[in-house]
């Protein structure tokens, strides 16, 4: 395999590149930010660090050269028009995204669907191992690329090989119904330390290699020995973050606060602006959240414009069935909403199917009272830790899900189960209605919690666990 003419000593492999090509109608080519917070967070921590991405360009064809953008180079895989639909829409999003969150909706499994995963998670390896120094860190994430911690082990066992799991990791029982749960987890055991948002998550992991694999396991390590390779690897919990300083002071700038000001008095100077800011996603509690909205809108206990309620949704994986059916789902539920509650003037609902700069979101979420985070499974959620983020001011409370990473972390969130809906109407009005002062406390406690671990602190815990891992192992600490 010929080796690039640029090697790295850091490598970060993951299925999207930080930006996405977009051709415009007149042929234009531009380059957009990529949804999601895998994103969000890592460009962030490779800002001032010298290394490598490789991922996909978000269209399918021919991948474009590698290039260097903020200092960081840049190396795009190529996926066919077929591995689109097979290794990204079937395998990744329509067999593992439901069986890592609890099968919310149903998994489909096609055999062809695994093949077009395994080729695509050949050719990350590939491309990892052409750009990685000898003695790299390979850094890899997310539940695209299981495969590739093996894969590259086999081309290169000189690098250091970490994984972290962005998602939630399904309990045994659930993990067990996937007919290749063999493959993935041999293919993750490739990886010499392996990163996981809960300490659930990586007892989870720990648990399907003893199970499934009838691997010894201790604590945090699963012992792997095959022929000529025997060693352990461990698993422990490191939870993302997000980059405090940077968006604070984004929050801070005169602009952001203006803009804020505006977004307020252009909803009619509400008494209380509740937001929602999500992927249009059916993991997210977006229909669960409406419905509570709704009924506490049919009991006069909310009342616009008094009350407004701003919902921007993401569009997201808009050819995957489950994602069509859920868009068409909430925004019939929105209609609906606004056709009984709405006034000219007045709507009941603002529902906004758009990507926004970060300025913008740093701006709604300095304008908003209450944020309400619901959704039904979420591996951390960072836009509960964006919000508290932006309130330099103390301002705003937040509505958190039980079933998100990030309610192990901010403690003092008004916390909701999304599918009580009797229990999320109480925690919303308890979120509008608490004292000012006892809600300034509590955004000041949760926003020291992000201060001090932010996406740095995350990187440098990974980066370290991966150093010593597997010689000198640590034990899972809760924090
Ligand atoms: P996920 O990774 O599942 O999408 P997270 O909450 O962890 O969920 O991360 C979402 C990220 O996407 C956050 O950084 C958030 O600010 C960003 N985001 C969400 N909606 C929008 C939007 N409409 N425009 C721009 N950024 C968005
Ligand atoms: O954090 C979960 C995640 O699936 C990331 O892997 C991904 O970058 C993001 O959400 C957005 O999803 P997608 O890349 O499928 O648009």
Same mark, same amino acid.
């Given at each position: 395999?010929?080796?690039?003419?640029?090697?790295?000593?850091?490598?970060?492999?993951? /299925? +999207?590149?930080?930006?996405?090509?977009?051709?415009?109608?007149?042929?234009?080519?531009?380059?957009? !930010?990529?949804?999601?917070?895998?994103?969000t967070a890592m460009e962030s921590v490779m800002r001032?660090?010298?290394?490598?991405?490789?991922?996909?360009?978000? &269209? %399918?064809?021919?991948?474009?050269?590698?290039? @260097?953008?903020?200092?960081? =180079?840049?190396?795009?895989?190529?996926?066919?028009?077929?591995?689109?639909?097979?290794?990204?829409?079937?395998? *990744?999003?329509?067999?593992?995204?439901?069986? =890592?969150?609890?099968?919310?909706?149903?998994?489909?499994?096609?055999? =062809?669907?695994?093949?077009?995963?395994?080729?695509?998670?050949?050719?990350?390896?590939?491309?990892?191992?052409?750009?990685?120094?000898?003695?790299?860190?390979?850094?890899?994430?997310?539940?695209?690329?299981?495969?590739?911690?093996?894969?590259?082990?086999?081309?290169?066992?000189?690098?250091?090989?970490?994984?972290?799991?962005?998602?939630?990791?399904? #309990?045994?029982?659930?993990?067990?119904?996937?007919?290749?749960?063999?493959?993935?987890?041999?293919?993750?055991?490739?990886?010499?330390?392996?990163?996981?948002?809960?300490?659930?998550?990586?007892? /989870?992991?720990?648990? $399907?290699?003893?199970?499934?694999?009838?691997?010894?396991?201790?604590?945090?390590?699963?012992?792997?020995?095959? %022929?000529?390779?025997?060693?352990?690897? +461990?698993?422990?919990?490191?939870?993302? *973050?997000i980059d405090?300083?940077g968006?604070?002071?984004? $929050?801070?700038?005169?602009?952001?606060?203006?803009? $804020?000001?505006?977004?307020?008095? *252009?909803?009619? /100077?509400?008494?209380?602006?509740?937001?929602?800011?999500?992927?249009?996603?059916?993991?997210?509690?977006?229909?669960?959240?409406?419905? %509570?909205?709704?009924?506490?809108? &049919?009991?006069?206990?909310?009342?616009?414009?008094?009350?407004?309620?701003?919902?921007?949704? !993401?569009?997201?994986?808009?050819?995957?069935?489950?994602?069509?059916?859920?868009?068409?789902?909430?925004?019939?539920?929105?209609?609906?909403? /606004?056709?009984?509650?709405?006034?000219?003037?007045?709507?009941?609902?603002?529902?906004?199917?758009? *990507?926004?700069?970060?300025?913008?979101?740093?701006?709604?979420?300095?304008?908003?009272?209450?944020?309400?985070?619901? #959704?039904?499974?979420?591996?951390?959620?960072?836009?509960?830790?964006? =919000?508290?983020?932006?309130?330099?001011?103390?301002?705003?409370?937040? @509505?958190?899900?039980?079933?998100?990473?990030?309610?192990?972390?901010?403690?003092?969130?008004?916390?909701?189960?999304?599918?009580?809906?009797?229990?999320?109407?109480?925690?919303?009005?308890?979120?509008?209605?608490? #004292?000012?002062?006892?809600?300034?406390?509590?955004?000041?406690?949760?926003?020291? +919690?992000?201060?001090?671990?932010?996406v740095?602190?995350?990187?440098?815990?990974?980066?370290?666990?991966?150093?010593?891992? #597997?010689?000198?192992?640590?034990?899972?600490?809760?924090?």
């Amino acid at each position: 395999m010929p080796r690039s003419q640029q090697q790295f000593d850091l490598v970060i492999a993951a /299925n +999207r590149l930080p930006v996405d090509r977009v051709v415009g109608d007149d042929g234009e080519v531009s380059w957009r !930010t990529s949804p999601g917070g895998l994103v969000t967070a890592m460009e962030s921590v490779m800002r001032g660090r010298e290394g490598a991405w490789v991922g996909w360009a978000g &269209e %399918a064809g021919d991948a474009p050269e590698p290039f @260097v953008e903020n200092d960081m =180079y840049l190396r795009p895989v190529p996926l066919s028009e077929d591995e689109v639909a097979h290794y990204y829409e079937g395998f *990744s999003n329509d067999t593992l995204w439901p069986i =890592y969150h609890d099968v919310i909706v149903p998994a489909t499994f096609h055999r =062809y669907w695994f093949t077009a995963y395994e080729k695509v998670n050949r050719r990350f390896a590939e491309a990892v191992c052409q750009v990685a120094a000898p003695g790299a860190t390979v850094w890899v994430h997310d539940y695209q690329l299981q495969l590739v911690p093996a894969m590259v082990r086999e081309l290169r066992p000189d690098v250091r090989i970490g994984w972290f799991d962005h998602i939630p990791f399904p #309990p045994v029982e659930l993990f067990a119904q996937l007919p290749w749960r063999r493959a993935v987890l041999e293919g993750l055991l490739g990886a010499d330390y392996l990163g996981f948002q809960r300490v659930a998550d990586a007892q /989870n992991f720990v648990r $399907a290699c003893r199970q499934l694999l009838g691997l010894p396991t201790k604590g945090d390590t699963v012992s792997v020995s095959r %022929a000529a390779d025997s060693r352990r690897v +461990r698993a422990s919990a490191v939870p993302i *973050s997000i980059d405090y300083t940077g968006l604070e002071a984004v $929050a801070k700038l005169p602009e952001t606060q203006q803009r $804020a000001k505006e977004i307020r008095e *252009s909803l009619g /100077n509400p008494r209380t602006l509740l937001l929602g800011v999500d992927r249009l996603d059916y993991t997210k509690g977006i229909g669960h959240r409406i419905k %509570a909205y709704g009924e506490l809108l &049919e009991e006069g206990q909310v009342c616009p414009p008094e009350e407004v309620f701003v919902q921007v949704a !993401t569009p997201s994986r808009e050819r995957v069935a489950a994602y069509r059916e859920l868009r068409h789902e909430i925004e019939g539920e929105v209609g609906r909403l /606004n056709g009984e509650h709405s006034r000219i003037g007045a709507p009941a609902v603002h529902y906004l199917h758009h *990507s926004y700069p970060r300025q913008e979101m740093a701006a709604l979420y300095l304008a908003a009272d209450v944020v309400l985070v619901t #959704p039904l499974r979420d591996g951390m959620n960072l836009v509960a830790k964006e =919000y508290v983020t932006c309130r330099p001011d103390e301002g705003g409370a937040l @509505v958190l899900s039980e079933f998100t990473g990030a309610f192990h972390e901010l403690h003092q969130a008004f916390v909701c189960n999304p599918h009580d809906i009797e229990g999320l109407k109480q925690t919303i009005m308890r979120a509008i209605e608490t #004292p000012e002062k006892e809600k300034r406390r509590l955004m000041r406690a949760m926003r020291r +919690r992000v201060a001090d671990h932010d996406v740095q602190r995350w990187a440098s815990r990974f980066l370290e666990a991966l150093a010593v891992a #597997p010689d000198r192992p640590q034990r899972t600490t809760k924090e």
